[in-house]
């Protein structure tokens, strides 16, 4: 309902622009003049809450009118009102206090800035008009000199140049210009330039021409510098372009602006091509380092061996699967206890295989913290988690084009199973933090010593893994299984080890190669390797000199063993030189004697048996 306060329905209606009172108390509209119902296409505005007619601006608001109350009067470009039918109206607002019958009214008088700039264009065109045809001549004559007497130097610059008057019309253009844009001299001349090549920002929005710097070159008679902007071909193609417009003079009254620009559009290309390129030799870059870094830990680790040592049937056997499988892509699940020489099977199946070219990944799942597993195999970009400060290549990767070796797969954490399982069936992954999936080209040899059956029963490994891993098993049989192979190795692993440690290398024995066959083993090809390097380190002359007593890998019978009094040490010493002496019909010293087949020096043996009161003669 409208106010019929007399004062203030006046100062209201005799506004010649839209004005508005409302009740500062209530926000509500107490009266409002015609000219404001037309700008807001509401015939019924006294009543109605003024905040509905806000985008979103009620703080604004708010600001506004205290501001109004403590100057008196103010104004602002803050607030933008929506018509009753949708319109947005982008306006300038002048407002003044007004306190009547114990009311205090903020009066609003509301200037529509699009008809503004509309009108000032118009009266622009009026005073030029207004002028005289002899100025708008004086203006065209100036901008043709000025073109008659450059041309040549404007056509032969390689920057596109084009001058537009104080209406934005476009008085010049180059030849260099016109190839950029696609338009001609003749579509442009007398045309509103920045509505042809300068209408929308590249991401769609419009480009309204008073917020262009072109524009404020000369309403603001300063020079403006853009780096990143876009002009549209006439094709409607964006050109991406760096430009400087500067305000131009005609005998010290400004006449306009002149525009210089360059299309970037390849060099940004190329900034970019650029980019990408150093991206990825970074990439490469840690990728060889990390590469790097593994076949240097496999040069300190090259254990005893290069090639597979023995003739058994299980050796034979066990080269002949790899002869098999190493042509082919399909995954490998090697069995064995440990120290059995699983590494090695994958390491001869990689080296001859067409992947060879490649490195070998080894990852040992027991040894890697399951907090740390998925960021050891998948890598991460920085910032993916705390203390991620790098990228860093996941050993997948690396791994790509060769072969990954997962020693004692059953240790992978059971929650990552599925993801690996996933990873290796689609040959994909994702780094962590990252959303960019890369392809991968990798073989997978796995082993365990464990009984994977057994894992699989206890919920420790997925079955589907392990029967996407098994498509070729290999088992690795214990050396206790394949003594006839221990002459061979100690010769192997001895020649090794000498060459390593440069020792000179001593001779084995028969006696040697029947201790070690006597021998239980619990660690395999791995302590028999042990074993042999301590005898080298200890013979320091012709025979080779063994020390199992003190191998970790002692039986559990002689771990338990009874314990003996000192006599009964005596008698079972004197038992077994005896047994030794009967065997070699007396003799003590030579080749074959009893001390070789004791691995004890023949001048030790003649003590013991004089101090243990043995007759050697009765031996023959």
């Known amino acids: 309902m409208e106010n019929s306060n007399p004062t203030l329905l006046g100062h209201v209606h005799s506004s010649i622009l839209p004005c508005i009172a409302l009740d500062t108390h209530s926000g509500v509209i107490v009266t409002a003049n015609s000219s404001a119902c037309q700008l807001l296409d509401d015939d019924e505005l006294p009543g109605k809450d003024f905040a509905i007619l806000l985008a979103g601006g009620l703080p604004e608001l708010i600001v506004f009118t205290e501001k109004v109350d403590y100057y008196k009067t103010a104004w602002t470009r803050d607030l933008t009102l929506v018509s009753s039918i949708g319109r947005q109206i982008d306006t300038e607002i002048h407002g003044v206090i007004i306190n009547r019958d114990a009311s205090t009214y903020l009066v609003m008088q509301i200037i529509d800035m699009d008809a503004y700039d509309t009108r000032s264009q118009n009266v622009s065109t009026h005073n030029l008009h207004a002028k005289g045809l002899m100025e708008w001549n004086r203006a065209r004559d100036f901008f043709r000199e000025m073109e008659n007497e450059n041309r040549l130097i404007l056509d032969a610059a390689g920057e596109g140049i084009y001058g537009i008057n104080l209406e934005g019309k476009t008085t010049f253009v180059n030849n260099a210009a016109q190839e950029m844009l696609g338009w001609t001299q003749e579509d442009l001349l007398g045309e509103d330039i920045h509505a042809m090549i300068h209408h929308h920002h590249l991401d769609g929005r419009k480009y309204p021409s008073r917020e262009c710097p072109i524009y404020h070159s000369f309403r603001n008679e300063q020079v403006n510098r853009v780096e990143d902007e876009v002009f549209w071909h006439k094709n409607s193609r964006p050109i991406q372009v760096e430009y400087t417009s500067t305000p131009i003079y005609d005998q010290q009254v400004l006449a306009g602006a002149v525009v210089i620009f360059r299309d970037v559009s390849e060099r940004r290309e190329n900034e970019r091509k650029l980019r990408a390129a150093m991206d990825q030799i970074e990439a490469l870059r840690e990728r060889l380092e990390q590469e790097n870094e593994y076949l240097q830990e496999e040069i300190r680790n090259v254990r005893s061996h290069y090639d597979l040592a023995g003739s058994s049937p299980a050796i034979l056997r066990t080269l002949a699967q790899i002869e098999l499988v190493s042509k082919t892509q399909s995954n490998v699940l090697i069995s064995g206890e440990g120290g059995t020489g699983k590494s090695l099977i994958a390491s001869a199946i990689h080296k001859s295989s067409s992947r060879a070219k490649r490195p070998i990944i080894r990852i040992n799942c027991a040894g890697i913290p399951p907090s740390s597993f998925e960021s050891e195999l998948y890598g991460h970009v920085r910032g993916a ?106 010769q192997h692993f001895l020649t090794l080890a000498c060459e390593r440690l440069n020792l000179q290398k001593p001779t084995i024995t028969k006696a040697n190669i029947r201790q070690l066959q006597d021998y239980h083993w619990p660690g395999n090809v791995r302590e028999l390797q042990n074993v042999v390097e301590r005898g080298a380190i200890l013979s320091r002359g012709e025979k080779l000199i063994l ?48 001390a070789q087949l004791l691995g004890i020096k023949p001048t030790t043996l003649y003590s013991r048996i004089k101090k243990l009161g043995i007759v050697v003669d009765d031996m023959d």
Request: proline letters at 3%; glycine letters at 8%; charged letters at 25%.
């Open 385 to 490: 988690f705390q203390g991620a400060v790098h990228d860093r290549t996941g050993k997948l990767e690396i791994a790509n084009g060769g072969t990954l070796y997962l020693d004692e797969v059953s240790e992978i954490p059971i929650e990552l199973q599925g993801k690996i399982l996933k990873t290796l069936q689609e040959q994909s992954l994702e780094r962590l933090g990252d959303n960019r999936i890369s392809k991968i080209n990798v073989r997978v040899i796995a082993s365990s010593s464990k009984d994977l059956t057994a894992c699989i029963k206890n919920g420790t490994l997925r079955q589907d893994l392990y029967f996407h891993l098994n498509v070729f098993p290999i088992e690795c049989q214990p050396l206790r299984e394949r003594l006839s192979d221990i002459p061979e190795l100690t």
């Open 547 to 594: 020390d199992l007593q003190k191998s970790s890998g002692r039986s559990n019978a002689a771990k338990h063993a009874d314990i003996l009094t000192e006599q009964q040490m005596n008698d079972l010493q004197a038992s077994n030189i005896i047994a030794c002496l009967k065997r070699t019909g007396g003799r003590v010293s030579g080749e074959d004697g009893a």
